[in-house]
């Protein structure tokens, strides 16, 4: 993995969902979050399982970009925004954002 | 950041430390988490700066392992233990270990 320079910025979220594991719902969910990697400036979008069994995560994203305006851009852009209402207040059980950027 | 496939886990860790921000202790302990990446088995290893306002964290630390055995493996390692028996455990405040694997 190429390590963070300069002004780039690395956004993870682990999470948990309302819906049962492996259940339409969820998998739906899921689905929806992966098209916020088409948003502008997203870069290095990746959605994997958590399976540490010291948090009570099940899901993680994280995505990258140059700077904090791309980044800014990116929480601001309607498709985002409208995720973030419509989706996942509503179907997100318990979430923690780690932002990360080179020492 | 390639993504992970097949076996592969990524270890991350979020913490905060008990040394003021910028001190010879806090640095002497981040030059010691550095040497972590030597350890056999350890890849992808990176050392950053937490910089969201959403958590309380200072640093993130991430490595990746090819499987499972290869992450049981540096978990088991003298030089691992030995690191969080002497320094982790008195030096680090909080921390959310997160692991995370290809969907």
């Known amino acids: 993995m190429p390590t963070l320079s ?3 910025i690395r956004h993870s979220v682990v999470f948990t969902l309302a819906h049962e594991a492996g259940s339409e719902r969820e998998a739906d969910f899921l ?3 992966a098209d916020l990697a088409s948003i502008p400036g997203v870069e290095a979008f990746e ?3 958590e399976v540490s ?3 009570a995560f099940d899901h ?11 980044y ?14 419509s ?8 979430f923690l ?7």
């Open 6 to 8: 300069g002004d780039r």
């Open 31 to 33: 689905r929806a979050i």
């Open 47 to 49: 959605l994997m399982r």
């Open 53 to 55: 069994p010291k948090n």
């Open 60 to 70: 993680a994203l994280t995505m990258e970009f140059a700077d904090r305006g791309a």
């Open 72 to 85: 800014e851009a990116y929480n601001v852009h309607p498709n985002h925004t409208r995720f973030v209402e």
């Open 87 to 94: 989706r996942w207040d509503a179907e997100v059980k318990d």
């Open 97 to 103: 954002e780690v932002d990360t950027a080179a020492r």
